[in-house]
């Protein structure tokens, strides 16, 4: 086992708590950063809290920036509304350039911890329909970080990963249960309550919870 | 004259000022962004609003996004002094990956305001040795952008412009006078007191005095 520090990003949603205890079984030293942006889902972020600490991590770090600034999207604007089917194209929970921003903090966090190696939960396939999300994009992403740091200029190799790109809902489901990530203690829904009930009808509980049907794990999900 | 909107990134300081004129003798709408950052020369701010109005920006928009969270440099940690001769390698006033975070931040904006066109007063010539002012980074930067947003997934080409990237300090200055720039609002000092005045000692006040001297252009900087 190594201890090569990472930073991982950590939304307090199933993807992210998965991604981190994959770096976890591969012996990094995690360093979670969260971004508390604005977004309705503010359980989100205790929800991270608790999986940072059930998994080990290192430490974890909340960081305010609030993107509703910029507005237009329903995760941070009160005046638009979640959707509660899927729709054609790009849905109105995208957050513009949300990965980008959320990558170049873990960037930015990487380059003072001499950290080489950042984590992101992106997924491709059960997804929905976010740009930022696209295997090409995250591909970039790397290859722009590599020339962005100090690290890059003195030739140290960054490395993106992104254990879960090409998994379905249902396999990260079940690469959690192995991994022994208590998936209950993890929020997905958009619009999940204070307490952290889900609403069970936004995009995202419905793939989640087509994820443990498919998975045929106990969905330990509180609907509200 | 178009009126295509752009994002440009505004700091205050000479260059971003000289490519916000660029930017508008190129017929753009300009939407300027600046982010308090928690950086030391505060004042810079303040500039960069006079600098927007004068210069006939659309809007001026600052974002606060505290640096200081992450630590590491001469420019947001009150531990580290500002160096006042130049040294070897990237110097004590680097921020890990700032640029990358301002400019994902211009990219959400402009995402939001439909705008494909991003500035930024990135300079290669007579810069400071940071990693993100590089040719080669900065068109990373713009090949993620281009598959990071809703407008890259359809087809809408995102620029991200450097006018004046290959620069020197003394072009830059003859560039901003031809422009009607004026540049007394502008403040380039790390270490600038709260009334605007110079240190004239740090990196960035040699690099701006040499080049009015180079430009045959007398300096209106204020010193301390």
Sequence with gaps: MSDRAAVVLLSGGLD???????????????HCLSI????????????????????????????????????ASALTDPAIDVPEAPGEGIPATYVPARNTIFLSLA????????????FIGANAVDYSGYPDC?????????????????????????????????????????????????????????????????CGRCDACRLRRAGFERARISDPTRYA
């Design 16 to 30: 992210s708590a998965v991604t981190l205890a994959v770096a976890r079984s591969e012996g990094f030293a995690c």
């Design 36 to 71: 508390d942006y604005g977004q309705r889902h503010r359980i989100e972020i205790d929800a991270a809290g608790k999986v940072a600490k059930a998994l080990g991590a290192t430490q974890h770090k909340v960081v305010r920036f609030d993107l509703r600034v910029f507005g």
């Design 107 to 118: 960037l930015a966090w990487g380059e003072v911890l001499g950290a080489s190696d950042i």
């Design 134 to 198: 696209r295997p090409e994009y995250l591909h970039a992403f790397e290859a722009m970080a590599n020339l962005a740091t100090k690290a890059g200029v003195e030739g140290k190799r960054l490395t993106l990963h992104r254990p879960l790109i090409y998994l379905t809902k249902a396999e990260i489901i079940r690469r959690g249960a192995n991994l022994d990530v208590n998936l209950a203690d993890t929020v997905s829904c958009y619009q999940a309550t204070a307490e952290g009930l889900a």
